[in-house]
């Protein structure tokens, strides 16, 4: 599985952005999809997950009502939509796939390159 992250930006705190990860490869429909971020002297953590198939979600607390994650099938995309954006989500945003729906970071088995968020406050 090949995972390219793009969307990231600088935006001012309230804005919004969308991320997309194209994914790749023979076996990429079969895996669970997510994002995390790790902002600077912070760990890597959780931002959003989805199930490929069945469409099932999950958000960490931080982004609920905020963040919303998707698909499109037709593209082999993974999207966030990033809302009420505020400074503390400041960071650089990787998407990864699992073999199974997951908040840890230990579960998944693929990643993408990085894309930088800004906020401004």
């Known amino acids: 599985v090949q995972l390219q992250a793009s969307g990231g930006g600088l935006v001012q705190a309230g804005g919004f952005l969308r991320l997309s990860c194209a994914a790749s490869g023979r076996t990429f429909s079969s895996y669970h999809m997510g994002w995390f971020r790790q902002a600077p002297g912070k760990e890597r953590e959780f931002v959003a997950a989805?199930?490929?198939?069945?469409?099932?979600?999950y958000y960490a607390d931080s982004v609920k009502g905020r963040f919303t994650i998707s698909v499109d099938n037709a593209k082999n995309t993974v999207l966030v939509q990033m809302n009420s954006l505020k400074p503390e989500d400041t960071a650089l945003y990787y998407c990864?796939?699992?073999?199974?729906?997951?908040?840890?970071?230990?579960?998944?088995?693929?990643w993408g390159q990085g894309t930088e968020v800004t906020v401004s406050s």
């Open positions: 990864a796939a699992a073999p199974r729906l997951s908040d840890s970071a230990l579960a998944y088995h693929y």
């Open positions: 989805i199930s490929w198939g069945d469409g099932d979600t």
